[in-house]
């Protein structure tokens, strides 16, 4: 129960005692750097803010979260590849292998900057000079740009190899050898209360045992572009999930496909996604962004204009660009409403048919089945709080997701286990975000976008 409803019902039970609404908790700066600071609420959860030039916004972040940014550019990118296959990192035994491997890959990923645009290398340069001598601008370009990198490998082997893993127990489907699990949707219009638009956004990744204790809410005034606000950890400089003051919201979920460049990956997915956070202004330019982008990495889009209101899902590969809107019917789809879009971690575009791995998905399929099924049993009603429990709908304990044979091993029936990064539930035309992150059992943070920028 929020506190604002507590507060009214102890206001309707007793009016004499006069008790105060507070609906966000009271605030303190902790740190400043330039125009950039930090605050922390009485629930200990910081907000980020940044501001100015490229290079500004980068040094601010990498002094004020020095440490996350030494430990992620580091520690996280040692264990990132441990944790997508599950096991953990033995330094003794990995380390000499594996430090030669990320020296491969920082290599293809300075091979690949070229597509990066000069102000987010600038940026780039800022976090590691703020953050110290032992952060370089090679570790945090590793650091945004290497998911894709892996991803342009790993995909093309588990499509090799997947067939023979499928043979042992437990591995039946991708779910278990490689558990992505992003989910996304955008309902509004006749699907929600008062016709304004929810984009859910699930960011489920692998945070090797400690990224939950970093992940941050970061709200950003650069010099060019529009302000925007997002949840993010230490180091990144492009953006996984956000919302601009134009009303425009975007994410991204992983997909796991043939059709990509080995050791390309061009723009890479962070920077595709801050791209339309910054700069677009409407739905169409936002998917624009995303059409013209040099990438060559699959993955799927939610996009969402609050202003219209309207949204779009779409599916890409190196060689292929599909849009889903809410008016299309495919025969893989069931959000069959006319102001409601949904994905998870498989292409449904009849555009995208051979590819992807056409093998391995139920996971994908189930979590698509069960959200959207949610969503349709409760079109029309859908207010900010079912939309909200809607997008959380893997908050544990999900005994239909734990009795799933498809459910991702790193998900228990514990209430107080670790986000898998985060879930966040957008009100683009309000400019408000409300994020779940660190873990289940901490409260949700709350933002209005309007105010952390001082917008009248």
Same mark, same amino acid.
């Given at each position: 129960?929020?506190?604002?409803?507590?507060?009214?019902?102890?206001?309707?039970?007793?009016?004499?005692?006069?008790?105060?609404?507070?609906?966000?908790?009271?605030?303190?700066?902790?740190?400043?750097?330039?125009?950039?600071?930090?605050?922390?609420?009485?629930?200990?959860?910081?907000?980020?803010?940044?501001?100015?030039?490229?290079?500004?916004?980068?040094?601010?972040?990498?002094?004020?979260?020095?440490?996350?940014?030494?430990?992620?550019?580091?520690?996280?990118?040692?264990?990132?590849?441990?944790?997508?296959?599950?096991?953990?990192?033995?330094?003794?035994?990995?380390?000499?292998?594996?430090?030669?491997?990320?020296?491969?890959?920082?290599?293809?990923?300075?091979?690949?900057?070229?597509?990066?645009?000069?102000?987010?290398?600038?940026?780039?340069?800022?976090?590691?000079?703020?953050?110290?001598?032992?952060?370089?601008?090679?570790?945090?370009?590793?650091?945004?740009?290497?998911?894709?990198?892996?991803?342009?490998? *790993?995909?093309?082997? @588990?499509?090799?190899?997947?067939?023979?893993? =499928?043979? !042992?127990? #437990?591995? &039946?489907?991708?779910?278990?050898?490689?558990?992505?699990?992003?989910?996304?949707?955008?309902?509004?219009?006749?699907?929600?209360?008062?016709?304004?638009?929810?984009?859910?956004?699930?960011?489920?990744?692998?945070?090797?045992?400690?990224?939950?204790?970093?992940?941050?809410?970061?709200?950003?005034?650069?010099?060019?572009?529009?302000?925007?606000?997002?949840?993010?950890?230490?180091?990144?400089?492009?953006?996984?999930?956000?919302?601009?003051?134009?009303?425009?919201?975007?994410?991204?979920?992983?997909?796991?496909?043939?059709?990509?460049?080995?050791?390309?990956?061009?723009?890479?997915?962070?920077?595709?996604?801050?791209?339309?956070?910054?700069?677009?202004?409407?739905?169409?330019? *936002?998917?624009?962004? @995303?059409?013209?982008?040099?990438?060559?990495? =699959?993955? !799927?889009? #939610?996009? &969402?204009?609050?202003?219209?209101?309207?949204?779009?899902?779409?599916?890409?590969?190196?060689?292929?660009?599909?849009?889903?809107?809410?008016?299309?019917?495919?025969?893989?789809?069931?959000?069959?409403?006319?102001?409601?879009?949904?994905?998870?971690?498989?292409?449904?575009?009849?555009?995208?048919?051979?590819?992807?791995?056409?093998?391995?998905?139920?996971?994908?399929?189930?979590?698509?089945?069960?959200?959207?099924?949610?969503?349709?049993?409760?079109?029309?009603?859908?207010?900010?709080?079912?939309?909200?429990?809607?997008?959380?709908?893997?908050?544990?304990?999900?005994?239909?997701?734990?009795?799933?044979?498809?459910?991702?091993?790193?998900?228990?029936?514990?209430?107080?286990?670790?986000?898998?990064?985060?879930?966040?539930?957008?009100?683009?035309?309000?400019?408000?975000?409300?994020?779940?992150?660190?873990?289940?059992?901490?409260?949700?943070?709350?933002?209005?976008?309007?105010?952390?920028?001082?917008?009248?």
């Amino acid at each position: 129960m929020s506190l604002m409803v507590v507060s009214l019902l102890i206001l309707a039970i007793n009016p004499i005692i006069g008790v105060s609404v507070v609906e966000e908790p009271q605030r303190t700066v902790i740190a400043r750097c330039g125009e950039g600071y930090l605050v922390e609420d009485a629930q200990g959860n910081q907000i980020l803010h940044l501001k100015g030039s490229p290079y500004e916004m980068g040094y601010q972040q990498g002094v004020l979260l020095s440490e996350g940014v030494e430990r992620v550019t580091h520690e996280y990118l040692d264990r990132f590849l441990f944790a997508m296959i599950d096991i953990d990192f033995d330094g003794s035994v990995f380390g000499p292998l594996w430090q030669f491997g990320r020296k491969i890959l920082a290599e293809i990923c300075l091979r690949n900057e070229k597509y990066i645009s000069e102000e987010y290398r600038q940026e780039m340069r800022g976090v590691a000079d703020g953050a110290g001598d032992s952060v370089t601008y090679e570790d945090v370009l590793t650091l945004n740009e290497g998911t894709d990198v892996i991803s342009s490998i *790993g995909y093309l082997l @588990i499509s090799a190899v997947y067939w023979p893993l =499928s043979l !042992i127990p #437990g591995m &039946s489907s991708l779910e278990s050898l490689l558990p992505i699990a992003c989910n996304q949707f955008a309902v509004f219009g006749e699907g929600t209360t008062d016709g304004r638009l929810f984009h859910g956004r699930d960011f489920m990744w692998f945070i090797a045992g400690f990224l939950q204790d970093y992940t941050i809410m970061r709200v950003a005034e650069p010099d060019e572009g529009y302000p925007f606000i997002g949840v993010t950890f230490p180091g990144l400089v492009g953006i996984y999930e956000g919302m601009n003051t134009q009303g425009i919201s975007c994410g991204m979920d992983a997909v796991t496909a043939r059709d990509c460049k080995p050791l390309m990956c061009g723009e890479c997915t962070l920077f595709v996604c801050r791209d339309v956070v910054q700069y677009a202004s409407t739905l169409e330019e *936002g998917i624009e962004t @995303i059409r013209k982008a040099p990438s060559y990495v =699959s993955w !799927i889009y #939610g996009i &969402s204009d609050g202003k219209i209101p309207d949204a779009a899902i779409i599916e890409m590969s190196a060689g292929r660009f599909n849009i889903r809107r809410p008016q299309d019917l495919y025969s893989d789809q069931i959000e069959e409403k006319s102001c409601l879009v949904a994905t998870t971690n498989h292409y449904i575009h009849p555009g995208m048919d051979g590819a992807f791995m056409d093998y391995g998905l139920e996971g994908s399929e189930w979590r698509y089945n069960y959200m959207v099924g949610k969503l349709i049993q409760n079109y029309s009603k859908i207010d900010v709080n079912i939309a909200r429990d809607t997008i959380d709908y893997l908050h544990p304990p999900n005994y239909d997701y734990l009795k799933s044979e498809y459910r991702s091993s790193r998900y228990t029936d514990n209430p107080s286990q670790a986000v898998q990064v985060s879930i966040s539930l957008f009100d683009p035309g309000n400019l408000e975000i409300w994020s779940l992150y660190g873990y289940y059992d901490r409260p949700w943070v709350h933002c209005s976008l309007k105010e952390e920028i001082g917008m009248g």
